[in-house]
């Protein structure tokens, strides 16, 4: 019972790549996993933690596949080093696992003269194995649990932002919540949400290989959940920018826009460097490849820097990628301007 299912490393591939194409289409709008700091009621209303049983992916899935054995036989006492044996958790102590689950009062151990405790569940036991069961039920649940496991895996993998095969994942105990296998449709989503608030970056690589963002390392080292990151409230001065579009139009001259954002940044020298490149970019001689890109990253960065709250990090980003490719364009006047517009954008970072 309660055997990991073999994972399909292709099709998840196939699904990911699929996600990553719909982010371009979308202009990086697409979703939504559980934190790991408060317990998770039933409702969902609050969040897994670690020192939760749906928090804890190997005791969850010992609590879980105790109850099968007490299905089979009601009144015997099981030895956990089965579990760790059919489960391959080379690295779990039996007797350790045995000795947390009494702790919680989730199991009654029959001590003997050496050897592991065999375990059997009780009462409350059985009551957090119904509870566990309804909670597999819960989307959200599951969907900010996938988020917040995934992450911290990531970090402790790659906190270095070095790009590593996010299908990796689903190898780990993390990769199930609640005693269950998380499904490839609520990994995927979690991974959309991580990348559309900027805590992982999805790299164009084969197989696709994703890296942690200087603000995913944030949220990792500060202990708290994803969602708690997502949601601080932002400080700052309000600027109300008359603003040119990635095309290099200046809106305002046919109507009257404005931005407001409380990010605390001026993102006008963004905007600006995005509506130049898009003015420029078909006379700079690049190869056709190239000049796609780079229009492509202009359109990301003014996307960006006139969103409601621009980020710095992927301003600071989608900046740089500009700079780069007009440095490869060579020493023309018009790509000598641009890279001095994104040297001075770039700037504004530090003040």
């Known amino acids: 019972m309660a055997r990991k299912p073999k994972i399909d490393q292709r099709a998840i591939e196939k699904h990911l790549k699929d996600i990553a194409k719909g982010y371009e289409r ?8 559980v934190p790991i700091q408060t317990d998770a009621s039933p409702e969902g209303a609050s969040v897994a933690s670690r020192d939760t049983i749906e928090g804890n992916p190997v005791l969850a899935r010992l609590l879980k596949w105790l109850d099968g054995q007490a299905q089979l036989n009601p009144s015997h006492y099981v030895d956990v080093t089965r579990f760790v044996e059919e489960q391959q958790l080379h690295g779990e102590d039996a007797s350790v696992l045995a000795f947390e689950l009494e702790q919680r009062d989730l199991v009654n151990i029959a001590r003997t003269m050496g050897g592991t405790p065999d375990v059997h569940l009780s009462d409350a036991g059985r009551v957090a194995v119904h509870r566990l069961k309804n909670l597999q039920k819960d989307r959200a649940a599951r969907l900010r649990y996938t988020m917040d496991a995934f992450l911290r895996w990531l970090f402790d993998t790659a906190g270095d932002q070095t790009p590593v ?45 994703v890296a942690i963002t200087p603000r995913g390392v944030s949220c990792a080292l500060s202990g708290g959940s994803v969602q708690d990151h997502t ?23 046919q109507q009257t826009v404005t931005q407001n954002n409380t990010a605390g940044i001026d993102p006008s020298a963004f905007v600006q460097l995005a509506g130049y490149v898009g003015q420029i970019s078909a006379t700079l001689g690049m190869p056709e490849r190239d000049r796609v890109e780079l229009e492509r990253v202009a359109r990301e960065l003014h996307a960006e820097a006139t969103s409601p709250n621009p980020e710095p990090g992927r301003m600071r980003q989608f900046a740089t990628q500009v700079k780069d490719k007009l440095l490869e364009a060579g020493t023309t006047m018009a790509a000598t301007v641009g890279v001095q517009m994104a040297e001075q954008a770039l700037g504004t970072l530090m003040q």
């Open 165 to 209: 095969d996010s299908t990796l994942f689903l190898t780990t105990p993390g990769s199930s919540f609640a005693g269950a296998g998380i499904p490839g449709t609520d990994v995927h989503q979690a991974l959309a949400y991580l990348v559309e608030h900027d805590f992982i970056e999805r790299l164009d690589t084969d197989p696709a290989t």
């Open 231 to 253: 949601n601080q409230p932002r400080t700052g001065t309000t600027y109300n920018n008359y603003l040119p579009n990635a095309q290099g139009v200046i809106i305002g001259e």
């Open 26 to 33: 979308a202009a990086r709008r697409n979703p939504i996993r």
